[in-house]
């Protein structure tokens, strides 16, 4: 893969900060539209202000953050499969609001057994985005390709072992290693699609998603249909906030495609773009601000 354009470490910082919290702000701005219908364009949200079917504070962490922070303080802490998965454990004992079907049996399952590499559920039925939307940690800790690519399929793995889902969060990875150096979108996506034995549905999305109608956008939750809510995001030449806004109103599973589609916007404007009421509104800014220097710490320089 090309390694021709280098950013200044600066902007590097600014980017790997703005992937961790887009993610972050994706959520809590579309945590008030799950499950809702898509917004009319006279009365769009655009501010965190909680809610939502699950009665949220504004700016508290979902799933998807809250599983993001766990990915990433195992980062933070010396990287092991084990300490990942006992990290979900622990927040999966604490009764969340809102749990995945697929994460909740999995981590049901790895709770009895222990064993992180067989834990996943790998049926035709379990290609949701639950592992998708907490992989942002690996991309912004592991600069080198064929590291950051098993990582991240194993991360995946834990909960989500259908070959989609592992591959998105593969493929999601490399699109912010890409975004983070800046590679343009259009680059980004190339080098992605050259990724050995890359299935044709994944294949196909990186292809179409750019290209998609608005209103053909997937928020049902299905892994690859966010993963082409995230594509399609990165490549609108429009900024963060606008680009975020459009697709929370979406609805749908809101929370996640916000957040999915937050941390590669985030990755390719970095943290300067995101608006400050929103990241002054979350109520893990702090811990997030710490975690996202200490990956930037564990970044080496690429091996390959």
Known sequence: MSRTRVADADTVLDRLQGGLLGVAVGDALGATLEFAPP??????????????????????????????????????????????????????????KDVGGTTAAALHGYAQRRDPRSSGRSGERSAANGSLMRTMPVALARSDTSERRREAAAVSAITHAEPRCVQACV??????DALVRGIPVAMALAEARETSRLLPAVADVLATAPHLDIGHLDTSGYVLGTLGVAVWAISQPRAFEDVLIAVVNRGGDADTTGAVAGGLLGARDGLSAIPARWLGALTTRARLDQLAKALAGLRGAPRD
């Open 39 to 96: 917004q009319p364009a006279d009365a769009l949200h655009t501010e965190i202000s909680g809610g939502g079917v699950f009665g949220w504070i504004p700016g508290a962490p979902t799933d998807d953050t809250d599983l993001t922070i766990a990915v990433a303080e195992a980062y933070a802490a010396g990287f092991s499969l084990e300490g990942v998965a006992d990290r979900f454990l622990a927040w999966y004992q604490a009764g969340p």
């Open 171 to 176: 493929v999601y990875c490399d699109l912010v």
